[in-house]
């Protein structure tokens, strides 16, 4: 049975940091790509940050220079370290794993930024 685990979520002020993990089981984690995505109320779910089995690395525009996306194979873990976070990045965050057409999702983690 695959899971993933996002944890780390919460309440942080302008300009603060978080770090969320996602934790895998049930899956090879070192063959398949991580993928971070956030979905605020209202709007639709986006990409934030990618990262291959080779350890390539992407992001989206909006967090760019901000977020840093790893990941540790042996802990079949996945992170997301979140700087400078603005109100803006108030979202629901998710993990998601694929590798050739297998795709899991985790069941998401609230990140709130707020004074």
């Known amino acids: 049975q695959v899971q993933l685990v996002e944890s780390g979520g919460g309440l942080v002020q302008p300009g603060g940091s978080l770090r969320l993990s996602c934790a895998a089981s049930?899956?090879?984690?070192?063959?398949?790509?991580v993928n971070w995505y956030r979905q605020a109320p209202g709007k639709q779910r986006e990409l934030v940050a990618r990262m291959s089995s080779n350890d390539d690395t992407d992001y989206g525009d909006l967090v760019k220079g901000r977020f840093t996306i790893s990941r540790d194979n042996a802990k079949t873990t996945a992170y997301l370290q979140m700087t400078s976070l603005k109100p803006e990045d108030t979202a629901v965050y998710y993990c998601?794993?694929?590798?050739?057409?297998?795709?899991?999702w985790g069941q998401g983690t609230q990140v709130t930024v707020s004074s």
């Open positions: 998601k794993v694929d590798w050739r057409g297998f795709v899991y």
């Open positions: 049930g899956i090879i984690f070192k063959f398949y790509a």
